[in-house]
């Protein structure tokens, strides 16, 4: 059965930086896009970065542009978010997600915390 298990979430200061992880298996995830989403407290959950399958061509949400990045490791079947400059607002469950067959598939999410 598809499993996509986050990492790497936590606390960490206004401006710093946090890398977290999405392992993934049960699917054949070198041809399956791959995207993060977040929400926070009492917000619906929102869309932040998307990674193709073919070219690893990326997009992401206006208000992380130039400061995260997604990217993905097909060898290890994994797909990482890096946040840099985090700000307060970027507090969230991040979650992970993908589409098999027509079906959506989520984790259940690492907390990533901004806060001084």
């Known amino acids: 059965q598809v499993q996509l298990v986050e990492s790497g979430g936590g606390l960490v200061q206004p401006g710093g930086s946090l890398r977290i992880s999405c392992a993934a298996s049960?699917?054949?995830?070198?041809?399956?896009?791959m995207s993060w989403h977040r929400q926070a407290p009492g917000k619906e959950r929102e869309l932040v970065a998307r990674?193709?399958?073919?070219?690893?061509?990326?997009n992401y949400a206006d208000s992380v542009k130039g400061r995260f990045t997604i990217s993905r490791d097909n060898a290890k079947n994994t797909v990482y978010l890096q946040m840099n400059s985090l700000k307060p607002e970027d507090t969230a469950v991040y979650y992970c997600?993908?589409?098999?067959?027509?079906?959506?598939?989520w984790g259940k999410g690492t907390l990533v915390t901004v806060s001084s």
């Open positions: 997600k993908t589409n098999s067959f027509l079906v959506d598939y």
């Open positions: 049960g699917f054949t995830f070198n041809r399956c896009a």
């Open positions: 990674i193709s399958s073919t070219d690893s061509s990326t």
